[in-house]
């Protein structure tokens, strides 16, 4: 059996199935399968209800019904197979469409997951659109839903552009489709359908370029230098899908020239980026960047459904939520961002981490720390810990690099599930972000634990690391 054949017999078992319960995450990746599998199964004509949840644990599971819908769990599932075990469920009652590391269970339960495969640069969202496409050629409009879903899992980051199959049957899809525009060699930076070019260039910080990131006037400076119009007639500013061809060239020259002068690499400076030309101009759902962004605002503020909402093409109601989440949500991360810096974190040899108690929700927690990176040494991988409201003996531990580190051998999933379970927690995630619940009487140990655990990575992938 191959991963085809795992999709084709998940279509078909949906197909034979009455009555579906998708269970899903609460990010970006999960809110896009959510989207993809409900709107598919729909045209199905087969009944589908759904349930978000933040995580799959012991906490959460009263959430998921014990009826006798098929269950898809999507974006999760994978790796709390004991879970649903332990509730109770038969291999005939649960589907998991998942793309994180699979634990070993004494029921074997039917699963659609990229990773054993080998690609591991695919997220559920991907999966989910597999098996829509295979359900009905129809569903080939829900790529443009999985690509979002694939960059906001962040599987475009670290090889700046989707690769495998997301990139090759996915994108394709998506082309043919003509619901998505590649650009193959663009600037890799976030904002580019919203923000001035001279704010989209200074908050980019991957690659870092001395005098322009985190300093907004100095990339207005620049761009002035390079004589590029940043304003229109009326005064208001230009964002970078707005101007020539000739002037994002000119951009791209003297960044590049910058890197080296300053002796820095130019491999980060350009990616293949995803566009939407069937959006409106100037929205975050113009690209996938930020459209991604706002599912995950939807998400992070216990509003998943209006996330799917918008997915399904609501530009009215859920939009205008969606875009006031957005906005607050952008107004907190920049509070925590600056909360961090100001505070300060405590360095270790390999790792550098924070308490912020109680002040940040936890689902926002990690993408603060992201954010916080390139303020800090980036070298060392950054540890951020907060309170759970729903259980003061709980901490969450949310944890972020960059592809730099994660090539000298950094595996942060791996590092935190493997410490949490020594606390009796749980942790998962990827190589460059990844996030963990430990008992709070354990923090400074399990700190101390990851921050040994990320030694041996490095010792391992260069033994002459000291």
């Not at 003509?178 to 060699?185: F, Q, Y």
């Not at 907004?216 to 761009?223: I, S, V």
């Not at 004589?227 to 229109?232: A, E, K, M, S, V």
């Not at 599930?417 to 998962?428: L, P, R």
Request: glycine residues 8%.
């Amino acid at each position: 059996m191959g991963f085809s054949d795992d999709v084709k017999a998940a279509a078909e078992r949906i197909a034979a199935a009455p009555e579906i319960t998708i269970i899903s995450h609460i990010d970006a990746d999960g809110i896009a399968s959510e989207a993809i599998l409900s709107l598919a199964i729909s045209r199905q004509e087969i009944h589908v209800r759904s349930v978000f949840v933040r995580q799959l644990e012991p906490l959460t599971m009263p959430q998921v019904p014990s009826d006798a819908t098929l269950k898809i769990f999507t974006d999760l599932g994978a790796g709390q197979q004991n879970l649903l075990f332990e509730r109770g469920f038969l291999e005939n009652e649960v589907l998991i469409v998942d793309h994180h590391v699979s634990q070993p269970c004494d029921r074997q339960y039917t699963q659609v997951n990229c990773l054993p495969y080998g690609h591991s640069r695919m997220s559920a969202a991907g999966v989910s659109y597999l098996i829509a496409k295979q359900l009905d050629k129809v569903n080939i409009d829900l790529a443009k839903i999985a690509i979002v879903g694939n960059v906001g899992d962040m599987m475009a980051r670290e090889t700046c552009g989707l690769v495998g199959p997301a990139r090759d049957i996915i994108v394709e899809d998506g082309v043919r489709h003509k619901s998505v525009e590649v650009r193959k060699k663009d600037l890799n930076c976030y904002g580019t359908s919203t923000r001035p070019i001279h704010l989209s260039i200074a908050y980019n910080d991957d690659p870092f370029i001395k005098g322009i990131s985190n300093n907004p006037e100095g990339a207005r400076q620049f761009l002035k230098r390079l004589g590029i119009r940043q304003q229109n007639k009326d005064g208001r500013w230009l964002v970078w899908e707005e101007i020539p061809v000739e002037d994002r060239r000119t951009i791209i020259s003297a960044l590049a020239e910058q890197l080296i002068a300053n002796g820095e690499r130019v491999d980060r400076l350009l990616a293949e980026t995803y566009g939407f030309p069937d959006e409106i101009p100037r929205t975050p759902l113009r690209n996938a960047q930020e459209y991604a962004t706002m599912l995950n605002a939807c998400g992070r503020w216990s509003k998943p459904q209006v996330g799917s909402s918008i997915l399904r093409g609501d530009r009215g109601i859920a939009y205008r939520e969606g875009e006031h989440m957005l906005n607050n949500h952008r107004a907190i991360i920049r509070n925590l961002l600056q909360y961090i810096i100001d505070s300060g974190v405590k360095e270790l040899e390999y790792l550098q981490y924070i308490h912020v108690g109680g002040r940040y929700p936890d689902t926002i927690v990690g993408i603060g720390a992201g954010m916080a990176l390139s303020k800090l040494n980036c070298a060392k991988p950054i540890l951020v810990m907060c309170e759970v409201p729903e259980d003061t003996n709980l901490t969450k531990v949310s944890m972020r690099t960059n592809e730099r580190v994660v090539e000298k051998g950094v595996d942060l999933q791996q590092a935190l599930s493997d410490a949490s379970a020594e606390y009796g927690g749980g942790g998962g995630g990827h190589k460059i972000a990844a996030g963990a619940y430990i008992p709070r009487t354990a923090e400074q140990e399990f700190v101390n634990r990851v921050n040994r655990i990320l030694g041996e990575q490095f010792a391992a992938a260069c033994p002459d690391h000291r």
